[in-house]
């Protein structure tokens, strides 16, 4: 559903959460290790992420990438995946068709378009916090 990019966007940014709350800014290193992702890779989704706000970087000695506590909970899911993915997950076709639309549908148009609002309104409503906090008490995960 969204891109690897895109998954690794997510994940980075809830570990990035979850640091910030401990005071505790990262390194791509340690990023890319916990959300198992290639170095290079992490780092030009990290740099999606600064360009957008979504983050923060620090240089020098004590850098790295945090976030203002503060706003760990303004932030939505729905930001993250513009910021890597755009507004394409919202407008494909379930087929894959280029042409697919409420004028010429395919045939799977209608059922497609219930998930992808229900998948719009889950990522506009679910925030960095909550999945932050989920992982900090042990309901949730990042890694296998």
Do not use: W
Not at 69 to 80: C, G, S, V, Y
Not at 82 to 96: H, P, Q, V
């Amino acid at each position: 559903m969204f891109s690897k990019a895109c998954e690794y966007g997510i994940r980075a940014s809830i570990f990035i959460a979850l640091n910030s709350f401990e005071g505790r800014r990262v390194s791509p290193k340690e990023i890319a290790e916990e959300i198992d992702s290639p170095t290079a890779f992490t780092a030009k989704i990290l740099q999606a992420l600064v360009r957008n706000n979504i983050v923060s970087s620090v240089k020098g000695a004590y850098g790295g990438f945090e976030m203002d506590k503060h706003r760990i909970k303004e932030i939505k899911l729905a930001d993250i995946v513009d910021a890597i993915d755009g507004d394409s997950i919202y407008k494909g076709c379930g087929l894959g068709l280029h042409a697919c639309d409420e004028d010429r549908p395919c045939p799977m148009h209608d059922k497609f378009k219930v998930v992808r609002d229900e998948l719009k309104t889950m990522l506009e409503s679910t925030n960095l916090e909550d999945l932050a906090l989920d992982i900090k008490q042990g309901d949730t995960f990042l890694r296998r």
